[in-house]
């Protein structure tokens, strides 16, 4: 049965509304930021616990928030309510997902390791579902607000700026502010003090943009699709979630950003420890790469749409993919082969800038052009399914990347363990062979990740001539559908009559 909007035509959406949309952006990926650069390195080398343990904690909270998430995405797919299939739960996520970062970056001081386990597991689930909470709903709305194929690619991008400056902008912060590194050496990553006003930010923005988000794009609720009142089992909502699932080019896409996934969550879990060690940058140094991250996610914002446009979405992200990798294994590359500069010179420093302002706008591009063609997979199973299931396609993409991303923070820990990386380190006392298996790790593990990533993007089939064509399928079924229920007559030339008469 299909899924009819409540409303006659949508007005156009104006640039506010769109603006208002994409700041929500700023919460997810400001936890996304914070949990990937600090959380290891909080809890490991201030906090106390083993990496491994901390690692497998990581593991498993994924695991069970990705469980969720189709759940999650269906009910919204399928609810019905004065606020629409999406708001409520944004709405609802607001509270609870502030409060739960803030705790989660101040547990008790004195209790033991297997207290601050679980701790540590109940705060990071807390945050995880509240996040689901929004961002599952908030993703599904890009889909219903703008259908254009080039269009939701400028919508995206519009979010993307807002994902830059939440996550990349509360990490410069987090260096030069709230652990900022004093010059007689207190204070920095491994000062527990500074994690208060850091987690009482990050909960305030996390609650405003989330209440921005969601009360800015209410007024077009009465134009978005609503579900049809009905009443469904349990195993007809799985038969319809397999039958929505099944669509080569979901798979294709979902799968190629699970392998992302897992190179990001290893990158991410380790990348605190190239800087501090591998490099022996000082915090400060470490901001201005942040900073350079910043001013790359913004150039990948402007250059995604033109890429897009050009090359087309599928051949536009695997361009931009292929250069990021390449960008981003240079420099380790050439200090294996003892190429690099040396550390502390100020042509290492330019090397690294000059990386992490390239890869970040090809990694930003790459983002960007990813979630657009997920998104064109909606029309692509509504023509097929008869149902609009932007949450449930979007809930099973997060599963798969939560699940396996999980693996990445696993493998991140794992490698540090391995090689026996030290507790406690300081800067410029960890052995060179440490270091330089480290490294030895860390390339192969990345470019083969993502480059199964890329051969799956390959086999993904939905070019701007397809999706158009879904759009003019939906069009037709959809002033059929009016035809019929307008009655007998309407849409086939007659003229309606009263009753009896001819």
């Known amino acids: 049965m299909a899924v009819a909007p409540s409303a006659g035509e949508a007005p156009p959406l104006r640039f506010h509304t769109k603006l208002l949309y994409a700041v929500g952006a700023t919460a997810t990926n400001l936890k996304l ?35 969720l998430d189709p759940i999650v995405g269906q009910i919204s ?44 597991g109940v705060c990071l689930f807390a945050v995880r579902f509240f ?136 990158r991410n879990g380790l990348e605190i420890y190239f800087g501090l060690y591998f490099w022996e940058l000082r915090q400060s140094q470490l901001a201005v790469l942040a900073t350079m991250s910043v001013i790359g996610g913004f150039l990948g914002v402007l250059l995604a749409p033109v890429v897009g446009r050009v090359l087309g979405k599928k051949n536009g992200v695997i361009a931009v993919f292929a250069t990021a990798i390449l960008v981003h294994i240079t420099p380790v590359t050439l200090r294996l082969l003892d190429l690099a500069p040396a550390n502390g010179t100020t042509a290492l420093l330019w090397l690294l800038y000059g990386e992490e302002i390239i890869n970040a706008t090809f990694a930003a591009a790459t983002g960007i052009l990813l979630a657009s063609i997920i998104a064109d997979v909606v029309e692509d199973a509504e023509v097929k399914t008869g149902r609009r299931s932007e949450g449930l396609l979007l809930s099973a993409n997060n599963l798969f990347r939560k699940v396996i991303s999980g693996m990445g923070v696993f493998i991140a820990t794992g490698v540090l363990t391995l090689i026996a990386f030290p507790d406690k380190a300081e800067r410029g006392q960890v052995p060179p062979e440490v270091l330089q298996n480290l490294g030895l790790a860390y390339i192969p593990t990345i470019v083969g990740l993502y480059g199964i990533a890329i051969g799956l993007l390959l086999t993904y089939n939905i070019n701007q001539k397809r999706h158009d064509e879904n759009l003019a399928k939906l069009a037709d079924r959809a002033a059929e559908q009016a035809a019929a229920e307008a009655g007998p007559g309407i849409g086939s030339g007659e003229i309606p009559t009263e009753p009896g008469r001819r």
């Open 131 to 266: 996040d689901t909470f929004f961002e599952l709903p908030h993703q599904a709305l890009a889909p219903e607000l703008v259908r254009g194929y080039h269009e939701r690619t400028n919508l995206l991008s519009l979010r993307q700026f807002f994902m830059v400056l939440g996550g990349l902008g509360m990490t410069v912060l987090a260096y030069q502010v709230f652990l900022k590194e004093q010059p007689d050496g207190t204070g920095g990553v491994l000062a527990r003090e500074g994690y208060v006003a850091y987690s009482i930010t990050g909960a305030l923005i996390i609650f405003a943009t989330i209440i921005l988000s969601t009360l800015g794009t209410a007024s077009r609720i009465p134009h978005l699709a609503q579900p049809p009142a009905r009443k469904i089992t349990l195993k007809a909502m799985v038969l319809e979630m397999a039958q929505t699932l099944n669509n080569r080019a979901f798979l294709s896409a979902a799968l190629a950003m699970m392998f992302i996934a897992v190179a990001v969550g290893a």
């Open 33 to 67: 930021r914070a949990l990937s650069t600090f959380l290891v390195i909080f809890y490991n080398q201030v906090v106390g616990l083993p990496p491994q343990l901390v690692g497998s904690i990581l593991a498993v909270a994924m695991v069970f928030d990705a469980v």
């Open 77 to 120: 797919d399928n609810v019905r309510s004065r606020w629409g299939r999406r708001h409520p739960f944004m709405l609802a996520a607001a509270l609870p997902y502030a409060l739960a970062f803030y705790l989660l970056w101040n547990p008790p001081a004195d209790w033991s390791h297997g207290a601050l386990a679980i701790y540590l």
